[in-house]
């Protein structure tokens, strides 16, 4: 053994003879006391919700985020856009949460305009297919309204009249909005679409119009023929293209 | 030298399963074995008996708490709370800086500067203390884990993450260092 390994042997050998910190007793009930809390405590959040339903709370989690965010999504949503399918069935949720005559008119006329908007959409988009489809809805929603209007008017006249002037009103602004279309669009299925549009939005304030002893239909009417005779009261304002 | 109580060991594998299902018994026999190893390491690194206690009580509250983090993958408890002290340690040092209260520079000088003639039998507790506290912090741990906590160098190792021979190399270097640095030499190797 090398003298330098020796004496190292004797540091080390001394090191092994010093006395350990010991801690205070009092230092040691303390720190058991708050381990034994900490542990308590940690126990009871373990407990408290198991890890499958820990899991099973995210997920759910996760799908109200998802889902609301898919609501959030296709609120404002175009009929090309994957959430419009879900717009759908959030309007009819929502028709079927709406009573009283005068907020099913309101109901239909707001989808109404917002059929309208879609169809602008898509013919900007040159989706004549598919604004096709949003003007047909607007079609079935101005009929639905003089549904309405035609079964008010059965029970009380006056209010049924005030609401037949507000669908007046309503198809008087949507067919402004369809002639201006129509000056602007040029493809002939797109311009057979919005004729259609305006002659049908003619019949439904037709059957509004009717006492309600009709069976609703509004029967047929040939192009620019309804109410279009350019007065205040036509539904097509604006000449025909 | 009074006996820190059953040295660590790999046995702590049953307690481990009782405390995680629940058992206050068993998370006591863990304090118990622990404690005093831990708040002894704690202090010997910081020469402090209030940030020790400190220390060692929030070591013993991590470990005991965060077992659901411990995986007995080849690392055994033991090592495991020293790792946790170790981390502790440094973090104390990070916060507060590293305080070394009796410094070589101000400890008694020693009468001899010849290493063969270095009276180690003579010297205090405190000043082999404080000369282990101006050590790296490797050195240190090597130090204390071997000679004042009796752990053996593959304990060592594993708390240390190193290999045996790594250890016992790593012991000698430290021995040398603190050997110059108890002969007042300020030269300590990494």
Known sequence: ?241 | MRPLGKAASDDDRPLIERVRKGDQDAVRALYERYFDRIYNYVYARLGRAEDAEDLAIDTMTRGLTRLDLFQDQGVAFSSWIYRIAHNATIDHYRRHGKVSLVSLEHAPALESADPSELAVEQMSNEDLHAAIRDLTDEQQQVLILRFFQDLTAAQVASIMGKSVGAVQALQHRALGSLERALQGGRSIDA
Do not use: C
């Open chain 1, 1 to 241: 053994m090398t003298p330098e390994v020796e004496r190292l042997e004797r540091l080390a050998e001394r090191l092994r003879t010093v006395d350990p910190y010991v801690p205070p007793p009092g230092a040691k009930i303390r720190g058991w006391n708050l381990v034994l809390a900490a542990v308590e405590q940690s126990n009871t959040a373990r407990s408290g919700v198991h890890p499958i339903r820990r899991l099973v709370l995210a997920s759910l989690a996760a799908g109200v985020l998802l889902v609301a965010g898919a609501v959030a999504a296709s609120a404002d949503s175009l009929p090309d856009s994957i959430f419009y399918p879900l717009k759908g069935v959030l309007e009819n949720t929502r028709g079927a949460l709406t009573f009283g005559a005068s907020d099913q008119l309101a109901y239909h006329l707001d989808l109404a305009r917002t059929r309208l908007t879609e169809a602008q959409a898509m013919f900007a988009r040159h989706r004549v297919d598919l604004a096709d489809q949003a003007l047909s809805g607007l079609d079935d929603q101005l009929n639905d309204a003089a549904l309405v209007i035609q079964a008010e008017k059965q029970s009380d006249p006056a209010v049924g009249a005030a609401m037949e002037n507000r669908l007046r009103q309503a198809i008087a602004t949507h067919d402004a909005q369809l002639a201006g279309l129509q000056g602007q669009v040029t493809n002939p299925t797109a311009l057979n679409a919005i004729m259609q549009a305006r002659d049908r939005a003619a019949q439904a304030l037709q059957t509004a119009a009717r006492n309600g002893k009709g069976n609703g239909n509004p029967g047929t009417s040939p192009n620019g023929s309804g109410l279009g005779n350019g007065t205040a009261n036509s539904p097509h304002p604006t000449p025909k293209h």
